[in-house]
Structure formats: C-alpha cells, structure tokens
C-alpha cells in the first residue's frame, strides 16, 4: 500500500511538471511551480527527484507519448487548422516560427530526447511513432485536404518535414551557439527561410542555371 501511493505520488509530479513545461518551457519552469502544481511541497518533490534535470530526464523515458502527441503533433495539427485559410507562404511562416518557439522554449527537453533515443530503444521507437509519424500524418493530411494541394510537387513528406525542421534546428542551434554570425532579425530570417523553403534558391526563368 505505502509503495503504490509513492508510485501514484510520482506520477503525480510527472503529470505536474509534464503541464509546467509544456506551458512555460523547460528552462522557465521552476520546481516549486511544479510542486505547487501537484499540491505538495517543494521537499516533498526532491524526495522523489533530486533536481529539475532528473525529472525531465524520468519524464522523456517514461512519458515520451504524452509529450510527443501533446507538446508537438497536438499542437502541429491546431496550428495548421486554425491557419488553413491563410495563403501557403504565411501558413510556412507562422510553422517555422512555432516551431522555433518550441525548441527555443524546450532546449533542455530536446537535447535530453536526442541523446537518450542513441541508447534507449522503447524512447527511440515512442519518438518516432508519437513525434516523427504523428508529424508526417498531419503533413500528409494537410497536403491531401489543402487548397493549394495542386501546386505541391509529388516529393515525399518525410523529406519535406525533414527539409523544414532541419532549417528551424539550423536557426536555432546558430542563435545560440554562434548569435554573432546573425546579422538580420528573427523575421527576416524566417522570411527567407520560407522562401528558400518553397522556391529554393535559382531565380525563376533561368535556364541555364536550372539544367
């Protein structure tokens, strides 16, 4: 009895701190938030962690699913709903800027998952199932329901979400590592990135560039 009501305890930290970050992000959130969340004290919590990383860390193993389907694809797909009047260009737009968000706000987060899914199997596999092939249906649904569905080239979506997030990663990664090198804005980044995006990089008409 005493050992089921510590595992439900924990759990409900898990779920406590799994809502903070996904509202605050990772680095914001505090453990007193969390701990006010769950309706203990904050000793109460570094009983069962002894600091804020380990329970990200016990999150990302155990609760990939949930952070997977609910911090990235939920959100993915109610971007793209609420937005799927506006014209394509801003539609990329607004994605790429949300999901910078995402990873500017969940650094620690990520960068936990992408050196945990290397050694743990079941978190690589729940990654791919609940983050990549969740993200790739609702690119896929997109695509085949979008009014601009007739001016898509026939590539395939995994390439096209690779293609993207590998840019937003890119902006990220130099903001950070290497800010000085950015000589434009946040905007006029992403303004070029969508452009690059859709169109590439070769003026439109010329030929010799294009063979």
């Known amino acids: 009895m005493v050992r ?22 990772y680095n914001a959130a505090t453990t007193s938030e969390i701990s006010r969340e769950a ?26 699913k949930t952070i997977g389907k609910n911090i990235i694809a939920k959100r993915l797909g109610k971007l793209i709903e609420k937005n799927k009047d506006k ?25 936990i998952v992408f050196t945990e899914i290397q050694y ?26 979008s009014q601009f569905k007739e001016v898509f080239k026939d590539v395939d979506p995994m390439v096209v979400g690779r293609t993207m997030i590998a840019s937003v990663i890119g902006y990220v990664v130099q903001s950070t590592v290497f800010p000085e ?16 995006f859709l169109n590439g990089i070769i003026k439109k008409g010329d030929e010799n560039n294009e063979k």
């Open 120 to 145: 743990q199997e079941d978190l690589k596999q729940a990654f791919k199932e609940n983050i990549i092939l969740a993200a790739k249906d609702i690119l896929v649904d997109y695509i085949d329901k």
């Open 87 to 111: 014209d394509l260009r801003e539609i990329v737009k607004i994605i790429m800027l949300d999901r910078i968000d995402l990873l500017e706000k969940n650094k620690e987060l990520f960068k």
């Open 181 to 196: 090198l950015i000589t434009i804005s946040k905007e006029q980044q992403v303004d070029q990135m969508v452009e690059v």
């Open 39 to 64: 309706g203990i004290a904050e000793g109460t919590l570094f009983r069962y962690f002894k600091n804020k990383k380990a329970l990200l860390a016990k999150i990302v193993i155990l609760s990939s």
């Open 4 to 25: 089921k009501a510590a595992e439900n305890r924990e759990q409900e930290i898990l779920d406590a701190a799994i809502r903070i970050f996904s509202e605050k992000g």
